[in-house]
């Protein structure tokens, strides 16, 4: 270490021999597979055990969730909006809550009770401005206090929506959730635990409609103003971590998280993702848009294949997960209601700004769920310095005793040198697998052929990235002293450079930083005893980087499954690029987890692995991948592919004009992909002929309105004909707007209108699209939002209604020209004709089919 950087032989590579270098491979894949088990079971929740039905009373048990879920799920054959499930599955809650309340023992104070809700407000969803009507969705609410409690007293609220998607059994999402709430409300009576503050439980009956159910409760319910504190429990996936991925305001919520989580599952990074993914929950509600209640948002993240499809079925939960989300919610449950910090919402503002509490996001994750790292924004201040210090100082420490001007600048050249090689080694690391992804595509059909089959992904793209990350040292023979302390400030400068843009994730390259500074420490020590070129003086360094390399390769583990999952429901961009997004984004992101998890040994490494024949080695494994993936299909029924087919029936009056099937898919393999695979129905829809893709088939997203806002992440829908009779024999009523009254004031215009749905029966929602001269309506407490515009057409008011469809809507518009008001109604029922569901049967397992029947009608006023 006395000797400066400068002047000490470049070691190269050259130096170990080729057998020597494959047993250092062989030796460092037993240890990085060893890990990465570990890892797999962790995330798939495998160290977690259920606990069965008959479990003692005092404890959390997922059986008896899953007897609750079977009920809901199994029993009661949809929870849609519109289906009489919906209502059974409220009447099972709510029964099982009153037999809770009926032997609880005197110490408790419990109401049960069924609320309705109606309202109208304005959002911001998947991006774009949607207005929302809704009337009459119903809530199951339960309090559980002690029984000298008071009323106003403030209280935690734990909530969870029985409501499923369209088309979806909702086994996970979220059925998952109010059972584990039942059990959780029965836990607390059964263990003889009084909560010191009361515990309100939301059976939300209305999210998947936009967080309804959540609105009406936090605007109107008489227990509004007492909650302090709020968990949501959400699933997008069907297990696995659940992970809390939004937390706040403060960072109170995530404190008390992380001292009481039996299996913590958090990290500060998932709120600065959060927005990426399609998607949004109750907390925004709570939390943001209504209220500005403290709260965690607690979500199962994996088994994202099947949320929101029909294959979210009981079979398809993870076991484990349950288990530990309950025990993690009970001890949460205890600490909120404990918490000095739990106030009203009135009077924790006036506390906070009392106290001068830090209301700036802290750094937090999770260690392989085991335990938790929790820290202020003010220490990471300190922490996060720390090692940009420690390399400033370095060039001082290396050549120690000796130094002069010189020696320390031509150190400090070195350094640079160093952390320059470094730099490209990570970024060749992610580059190089990114354009073998988008390369791949051009000799092949298929995109996304590792979404049914993720350890493709690795196998295509590890030994690539590998390939990138020790190119560099072998063209550019720099020292192994100048790549570590390269390597370590520019792991330093990453840490700085997060804190400073004000992100919450430089937690992992300051682990990485401090973790090879105590390997390179403690190798030096041994180097001692052993020579340099023994592979010994690698594992000297690499072992005491165990606990932090386990960390990058569960979190980057986590991250790569994570995204292939959700890359089927990401949605598609236009041709011909869409095509390669989601193939190079993998490609990326598995060379940056390299970078984590590979990156910080590359510096001492390359002695034995920078070698052409090695990575020759690594291009060979990376043919193999290649071709062998070319033949695998991308889907399975355990990875489906997510297909819209929507049926129109373009009314005027009663009478229908045109009827047509409107297909969309929303990841990068499209419709042509699908009907290729699918030859039956696409044989079914072209009568026999071949099926073409020509321009008089697609359609665009105007016609998909039902659906609004969703229909921004298809491109290329296409329409067929479709017949138009059939219809008749189930409704003899087609929705219809009829005009009221007309009242003229100053060139003003208010249209007084009445929306009846006809006969319809199984409506899901009724989307307004407004275009024109429109000035004022009587939606969200008469405020107009900003216009949108749907592919290309002229700016539109768009509001969605939802709730019993017997009744009529009334509500006016007001214009402030004499041009023309133009209304499309699109009402989206669940029924379909008998020639729907064939067409529906056509379709392989591995397409995922939501189908729907649009009543589409148009008005001028
Ligand atoms: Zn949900």
Redesign the pocket.
């Given at each position: 270490m006395a000797t400066p950087a400068s002047r000490r032989r470049p070691t190269f590579a050259g130096a170990t021999t080729t057998a020597e270098a494959l047993r250092v491979l062989l030796a460092l894949a037993v240890l990085y597979g060893a890990m990465s088990l570990l890892v797999y079971r962790v995330i798939h929740m495998r160290h977690v055990a259920p606990l069965g039905p008959d479990a003692p009373p005092g404890e959390f048990s997922e059986g008896r969730v899953l007897q609750h879920l079977r009920r809901l799920v199994v029993d009661i054959p949809g929870r849609q909006e519109g289906t009489p499930g919906l209502e059974a599955a409220a009447q099972y809650i709510k029964g099982q809550l009153q037999g809770l309340a009926a032997r609880a023992g005197p110490e408790y104070r419990i109401e049960v009770e069924e609320t309705l809700v109606s309202g109208s407000f304005s959002m911001m969803f998947l991006r774009h401005r949607v207005t929302l009507g809704y009337r009459n969705h119903k809530n199951i609410v339960m309090r559980i206090s002690s029984n000298v409690s008071e009323d106003d007293e403030p209280s935690l609220l734990v909530n969870g929506?029985y409501d499923s998607?369209l088309g979806s059994p909702?086994a996970a999402?979220?059925g998952s959730?109010v059972a584990s709430m039942l059990e959780l409300s029965r836990l607390i009576l059964d263990s003889g635990w009084v909560p010191p503050r009361p515990v309100i439980f939301l059976f939300n009956g209305a999210?998947?409609l936009f967080l309804l159910g959540s609105h009406g409760f936090i605007k109107t319910h008489k227990w509004n103003n007492t909650i302090g504190a709020f968990i949501n429990i959400?699933?997008?996936g069907s297990g696995g971590a659940d992970l809390v991925c939004q937390s706040g305001p403060g960072s109170w919520p995530s404190r008390i998280y992380a001292q009481t989580a039996k299996y913590p599952m958090a990290n500060s990074v998932a709120q600065d993702m959060f927005g990426i993914i399609p998607g949004d929950?109750d907390y925004r509600i709570f939390a943001e848009d209504i209220a500005n209640i403290p709260g965690l948002d607690i979500i199962f993240v994996l088994g994202g294949y099947f949320y929101h499809t029909s294959y979210d079925t009981l079979e398809n939960l993870f076991p484990g997960s349950i288990q530990a989300r309950g025990e993690n919610l009970f001890n949460l449950v205890k600490a909120f209601t404990n918490s000095s910090m739990l106030l009203k919402e009135s009077d924790a503002s006036s506390k906070a700004v009392q106290d001068g509490i830090d209301d700036q996001r802290a750094i937090f994750f999770d260690y392989l769920t085991w335990f938790m790292v929790f820290y202020p924004r003010n220490l990471s201040l300190i922490l996060h310095s720390l090692p940009v210090a420690v390399f400033l100082l370095a060039p001082l420490f290396l050549n120690f005793p000796n130094i002069t001007f010189m020696s320390w600048f031509l150190t400090v050249l070195d350094l640079l040198k160093g952390m320059l090689l470094h730099a490209f080694c990570v970024i060749l690391a992610i580059v190089i697998p990114a354009m073998a992804a988008g390369l791949r595509l051009l000799f092949t059909k298929n995109a996304m052929n590792w979404f049914a089959h993720p350890y493709l992904a690795f196998l295509m793209f590890v030994p690539t990235s590998l390939v990138g990350l020790f190119l560099p040292r072998i063209i550019w023979g720099l020292s192994e002293q100048s790549h570590f302390w390269g390597a370590f400030g520019l792991y330093s400068l990453i840490t700085l450079a997060y804190m400073l843009a004000g992100l919450s994730g430089g937690f992992l390259t300051f682990f990485i930083s401090m973790s090879i500074l105590l390997g390179r420490s403690i190798s030096s020590i041994s180097r001692k005893q052993w020579s340099l070129q023994s592979p010994k003086s690698l594992f000297g360094y690499v072992i005491p980087m165990i606990p932090c390399i386990l960390y990058c390769l569960y979190y980057g583990g986590f991250l790569i499954q994570f995204l292939i999952e959700k890359m089927g429901m990401m949605g598609s961009l236009p041709k011909p690029y869409g095509y390669f997004v989601p193939d190079v984004i993998v490609g990326a992101v598995v060379g940056l987890v390299v970078g984590w998890c590979f990156g910080p040994l590359a510096p001492i490494a390359s002695r034995w692995l920078a070698k052409t024949s090695i990575l020759q080695g690594f291009l060979q494994i990376t043919v193999v991948a290649l071709a062998i993936s070319s033949q695998i299909f991308p889907y399975s029924t355990g990875a489906p592919k997510r297909v819209v087919l929507q049926h129109t029936f373009v009314t005027d009056a009663n009478s229908i004009v045109e009827s047509n099937y409107g297909f969309s898919v929303v990841d990068a393999n499209s419709l042509e992909f699908l009907f290729n695979n699918a030859p039956e129905a696409a044989k079914w829809l072209k009568d026999n002929s071949k099926l073409s893709f020509k321009e008089k088939y697609l359609s665009d997203r105007s016609s998909w309105v039902a659906l609004y806002p969703v229909p921004f992440l298809f491109s290329g829908s296409l329409k067929f004909p479709a017949q138009t009779e059939e219809i008749r024999k189930h409704y003899q009523h087609f929705p219809q707007l009829i005009v009221q009254k007309t009242l003229s004031n100053n060139g003003n215009r208010r249209v007084h209108l009445e929306l009846s749905l006809g006969s319809l029966l199984e409506i899901w929602t009724t989307s307004l699209n407004i275009t024109g001269p429109l000035s004022n309506w009587s939606f969200a407490d008469y405020t107009l939002s900003a216009p949108q515009t749907v592919s290309g057409g002229p700016p539109s008011y768009i509001c969605r209604l939802s709730g019993k469809s017997y009744e009529n809507w009334s509500f006016w518009l007001e214009a402030n020209s004499s041009e023309p008001l133009r209304i499309d109604v699109a009402v989206l029922d669940q029924y379909l004709v008998d020639s729907t569901k064939e067409l529906k049967s056509l379709f392989p397992s591995w397409a995922d089919m939501t189908v729907f029947t649009t009543f589409f009608s148009t008005y001028h006023l």
């Open positions: 929506h998607p909702g999402d979220c959730c999210e998947e959400e699933a997008s929950t």
